[in-house]
């Protein structure tokens, strides 16, 4: 006769507590994408309080950290859209408690589920929380409705909402992998595609595009890169077998399209400073197939130019920190409550900006003295002026001891900005900026989307034009 071994019961049986039900699939995934949400916004918000962003919303939300990005981001975006509608309805219905203060990003994002976005269950403690006390946030906002005199959520959203920022979203085909042919043909089936009239494996899709889970992307054979970033690597046209340094690397994707623009031959010494943001380099050059690129993990003005491993570098890419003012649309700063209130223009930032430039006058000039180097991209995503044309004008007596002078990537693209340059005709300020200094030697300032225009006298460049 068969023995059967009695099932034992469990511990939360014996003690008389109830089993928690398994969350569903759908529920699991909403749980953590909050939890995940919370974690970017506190980084944004923190960063935006205290004007030093560690990163933009778009960087910190595809950090390699962050599993669900589809739905974070859209949580992200749509919770920081009502962020002020929220933190009143909040304030109005008393609920922000000493516990729930600690987490009010959490609280901030299912606050908007509840009120705008999606129905939630009873997943977790901040969840429960918040639903036992729904009825007070809708009657903290149809009052808020009362106070504003709007007689619909939707213009009350009118009221408070941030002017959306659309533009076109670019894409560079990574060529080490994929043809640009190739690539407008695949992304030309579900979307309208064209090629960049300026930078040759650029292609410019319909804004709001959402790629970042299509195949091309996944696999490194497109990289969602904007017009005014992928014109610098442009901008700086290396050679194939050219030695290149790039002297601010992270995230890499300007590392990459010179990998590319060089046909994987010579090699990229790609430096950065920070730990943390080698990872992301590391994973960018990866993901895209280039075995050209060397990741150094050091301080580019600590870099001995006379040192031999620096001997055969040729050009350098000079893109440092600056205050990404430039990027507003595609950084979603308008989105941040910084922007909203107008605080750009205060005291702080002005202080920020000249420590900005201070270490930006510092790098270009280290940039000139490598003694092989003919060509020097300087670039920023910044509008300022102090960032840009100054920082350029305050070194070009030294640049021209070093043989260089300005010169022209772009003679093409219409030029506009802040004619403060001695002797020239074309300058441009507004996204990202390139000035060329030749003799032989060449250094490029680039600013954002648009640039300063000049191109070597000399007809030794006179052929390497950007087409």
């Not at 923190?46 to 962050?66: E, F, W």
């Not at 990005?69 to 749509?78: E, I, N, S, W, Y």
């Not at 050009?315 to 205050?323: N, V």
């Amino acid at each position: 006769m068969a023995r059967f071994k009695a099932k034992q019961p469990s511990a939360a049986a014996v003690a008389g507590k109830p089993k928690k039900p398994r969350l569903r699939n759908a529920e699991r995934s909403a749980y953590f994408a909050r939890r995940e949400a919370a974690k970017v916004l506190r980084s944004v918000l923190q960063g935006d309080a205290r004007r030093r962003a560690v990163g933009s919303i778009k960087s910190l939300v595809y950090s390699p950290s962050i599993k669900n990005k589809k739905a974070t981001f859209a949580l992200v975006c749509q919770t920081l859209k009502y962020l002020p509608i929220i933190k009143d309805v909040l304030e109005a219905a008393n609920i922000l408690n000493s516990r729930w203060k600690r987490q009010e990003e959490l609280v901030y994002i299912i606050t908007y589920d509840i009120l705008f976005g999606q129905e939630i269950s009873f997943t977790g403690d901040a969840e429960k929380f918040l639903v036992q006390r729904k009825v007070s946030l809708q009657s903290a906002l149809a009052r808020l409705l009362v106070r504003k005199k709007v007689k619909h959520i939707e213009d009350l959203i009118d009221r408070y909402e941030t002017a959306d920022v659309s533009k076109p979203r670019y894409v560079r085909v990574n060529t080490l992998k994929l043809g640009v042919d190739s690539a407008l043909i695949e992304l030309g089936k579900q979307y309208m595609v064209q090629k960049d009239d300026l930078v040759p494996d650029l292609l410019k899709l319909p804004p709001k595009c959402d790629l970042h889970d299509h195949p091309l992307i996944m696999n490194g054979s497109v990289f969602i890169q904007g017009k005014a970033s992928s014109m610098v690597a442009a901008a700086l046209c290396p050679e194939p077998g050219w030695e290149v340094l790039d002297a601010c690397a992270a995230p890499g994707n300007k590392t990459v399209h010179l990998a590319a623009l060089m046909r994987g031959k010579g090699k990229v010494i790609a430096c950065e400073l920070n730990k943390e943001r080698i990872k992301r380099l590391e994973e960018t050059v990866r993901l895209s197939g280039a075995h050209n690129i060397e990741v150094l993990h050091g301080d580019f003005l600590s870099l001995d130019p006379e040192d031999p491993l620096y001997s055969k570098v040729r050009a350098i890419l000079l893109d440092p920190s600056c205050s990404g003012s430039g990027t507003i649309a595609e950084r979603l700063d308008h989105l941040l409550p910084s922007y909203a209130a107008g605080q750009a223009a205060s005291v702080d930032e002005t202080e920020r900006l000249n420590k900005l430039a201070s270490f930006q006058r510092k790098a270009l000039e280290h940039a000139l003295c490598f003694p092989q180097v003919e060509r020097i991209v300087y670039g920023t995503c910044s509008i300022h002026q102090i960032e840009n044309e100054d920082v350029v004008k305050s070194v070009l007596p030294f640049a021209a001891s070093h043989g260089f002078q300005l010169a022209t990537p772009f003679p093409q693209w219409r030029g506009r900005g802040f004619p403060v340059l001695e002797g020239c005709k074309y300058t441009i300020c507004s996204c990202y900026i390139v000035v060329v200094i030749c003799c032989f030697r060449t250094l490029y300032y680039m600013h954002s989307i648009l640039a300063f225009h000049y191109w070597p006298c000399s007809r030794a460049f006179a052929t390497n034009r950007p087409s």
